[in-house]
């Protein structure tokens, strides 16, 4: 399956999405006009993969020299107009959702923000980057109507 509109293309490639969120191209697109509302940057043409933690595993290795799977990886292009690929690993994102007692689809909405987040240049290496992402993370999440994943953290704190 896969949907190209707004300057998303989301490919759904594992069965575990397609079966615990067939609306995950329309989140992608929702996510994705939302966070090009708040984030220039973001205009251009990007890919969500929704996948599986063998692919992500894989892809970690290879790139990032990290032989274990994680939850989302942002690939930036560097080509105009091309964002490029975030990479969302069904079996990781679907643990760390029931762990938070949150929906999968609203994990997956944060993981594909964040992801889009890294394609222009966000990170969240110092805390002063990573309070800039998280905000803004939290204003595109508010858009899709996803409550802010910070917020019992900072409770909890």
């Known amino acids: 399956m896969s949907a ?4 998303v293309e989301a490919i759904v490639e594992a069965a575990g999405w397609a079966r615990a969120l067939p609306e995950a191209e329309t989140l992608a697109r ?10 220039p940057r973001l205009a251009g043409e990007a890919a969500i993969l929704f996948t599986d933690d063998a692919t992500v595993r894989d892809l970690n290795r290879r790139f990032r020299g990290k032989d274990a799977p994680t939850n989302v990886l942002s690939f930036p292009s560097g080509a105009a107009g091309l964002l490029g690929d975030v990479a969302l690993a069904y079996e990781t994102c679907a643990r760390e959702a029931r762990e ?3 929906a999968l689809a609203d994990h997956a909405a944060h993981l594909i923000a964040h992801g889009l987040l890294h394609l222009v240049g966000y990170d ?3 805390d002063r980057e990573a309070l800039l992402m998280e905000r803004l993370e939290t204003a595109i999440l508010g858009a899709v109507g996803v409550a802010d994943p910070y917020e019992e953290a900072e409770l909890e704190s």
């Open 4 to 7: 190209s509109e707004a300057g």
């Open 30 to 39: 929702r996510v994705f006009d939302a966070a090009r509302a708040r984030e």
């Open 100 to 102: 938070k007692g949150v």
């Open 124 to 126: 969240h290496m110092d």
